[in-house]
C-alpha cells in the first residue's frame, strides 16, 4: 500500500469514528492498567462483566493488594489465565505502592517491569493514559494490516514498527483504535464483512467476501 492508499484509509476510517477509544471499561488509570492486563487472551466484553463488580470493590491498588488473590481470582474467574493473571495484578499493585507511590507510570519500561505488562500492554497504557502515539499490535490489528498490505511483518513486533513508518503522524494517536475496531467488527478472522467495509477498493486482500445473496451462480 502507497502513501497516498494509507492517508485515504486513515481518513475514511475517521470518517467512520471521529474520536475512537478502547470498549475496556475504567475510571483511572490503574483501573485501565488492569483491565489491559485481564485482557489478554480474553474478549472486552468478558472483562468489562468481571470489573464492574472489581472496580467497585478495589478501585485501588491499595483495595486491590487488600483484596488478596484468592478473592480476586473468585471475582475475575470468567476470565481466561484468570489464575496467572490474579497472581500478576497483585504483584503489579504492590510494585506500583512500593516503587511509584501507587501512582502508573508514564514510562515504557517502567510499564514493561510490572508483572504481566508487555510491550502490548504497555503500548495501550501509553497511548490511552498518557496521549503518547503509540501503536498496540494484537490479533485483530496483525490480521487488517497484513490483510489489507498497510503492513506486512511477519510478527506483531516487526507489524508495529512498519505501521510506525507508514501511518502518517496526524493519524498515530488513533490508528490502533480505529485498526482494533476494524477487525473485532468488519474483518474479522473467519467471515470478514468485505461487502460493508469502508475500506475495501484500497485493500490487497484476495480472499474477498460477498454476503449470500449476492454470491454468483
Known sequence: MNAKQTRELFERLRAVNPQPTTELEYASDFQLLIAVILSAQATDKSVNLATRKLFADAPTPQAMLALGEAALSDTINGIGLYRTKARNVIATCRQLLEQHGGEVPGTRAALEALPGVGRKTANVVLNTAFGEPTIAVDTHIFRVARRSGLAVGKTPLAVELELLKVVPEEFRQSAHHWLILHGRYVC??????????????????????????????
Open 188 to 217: 474479522m478472522a473467519r467471515k470478514p464483512e468485505c461487502w460493508r467495509c469502508p475500506i475495501d477498493d484500497l485493500c490487497a486482500y484476495p480472499e474477498k467476501s460477498v454476503p449470500f445473496g449476492l454470491m454468483p451462480g
